[in-house]
């Protein structure tokens, strides 16, 4: 059973558009990353949320934790085919990090 | 950039064979975690170190051994590669001196396992 639920699994959008990543889960963290991670390469954390209801903006992308800390979102605005990449969720447990099952996002040009 | 480095960065071998991969860092963290990746499977962590010697399971450990004898470095070792090892395999770091942790990962190992 995985920990922690993305979805959807693939995506292919084209560019301008607007999307929602979902990450899942029937437990209750305390906090709870984001990476993205481009073809060749390894992941790279794009932000980390804390408190439940919390929003976080980088640019076009913004996270939102939900209220029961059991679940958190990643909005793009606007994809970019920059954007193109895996998006993973994780929990730091503050030994180990779990890892999602990973949204595979393609922006077409 | 965590200097991380992972070698080889592509190997082919057949089954049966034993397979060691490593990581070197150069700045000294304490936690150092070897995952693979698999697609459907996000990233799934092998093993882990917390210190010189200090290892721990991971959730698919089974086919895997680790050994840290110094700090920079953390070895995987197949010790009889079966093709359902084949996958890309990371290395990372944890740097606490950034807020709540983050994982710094190297540019990963494929290894196919023929």
């Known amino acids: 059973t995985q920990l922690l639920e993305q979805s959807p699994q693939f995506l292919s959008i084209q560019e301008g558009e607007n999307l929602t990543v979902y990450c899942n889960s029937s437990s209750v963290f305390s906090s709870l990353q984001w990476y993205r991670q481009e073809p060749g390469e390894g992941p790279v954390l794009l932000v980390t949320?804390?408190?439940?209801?919390e929003v976080k903006k980088l640019k076009r992308l913004t996270f939102q934790f939900g209220d029961a800390r059991k679940d958190s979102s990643l909005h793009i605005t606007a994809a970019q085919p920059g954007d193109t990449g895996l998006y993973l969720c994780?929990?730091?447990?503050?030994?180990?990090?779990?890892f999602g099952t990973g949204t595979s996002l393609t922006v077409i040009p | 950039d965590a200097g991380i480095t992972q070698s080889p960065r592509h190997k082919v071998t057949e089954t049966g064979t034993p397979v060691t991969l490593r990581c070197h860092q150069t700045?000294?963290?304490?936690?150092m975690y070897w995952y693979r990746q698999d697609p459907g499977h996000g990233l799934r962590l092998i093993h882990y170190?917390?210190?010189?010697?200090?290892?721990d399971k991971g959730e698919v450990s089974d086919g895997y051994s680790v050994s840290r004898s110094k700090t920079e470095d953390f070895l995987l070792t197949l010790e009889s590669a079966t093709s359902s090892q084949t996958s890309v395999y990371f290395c990372a770091i944890r740097d606490t001196d950034r807020g709540l942790g983050e994982a710094f990962f190297g540019q990963g190992t494929r290894l196919t396992v023929v």
């Open positions: 994780a929990w730091n447990t503050g030994n180990q990090f779990y």
């Open positions: 700045e000294n963290h304490r936690y």
């Open positions: 949320v804390v408190t439940g209801g």
């Open positions: 170190s917390y210190g010189v010697k200090d290892t």
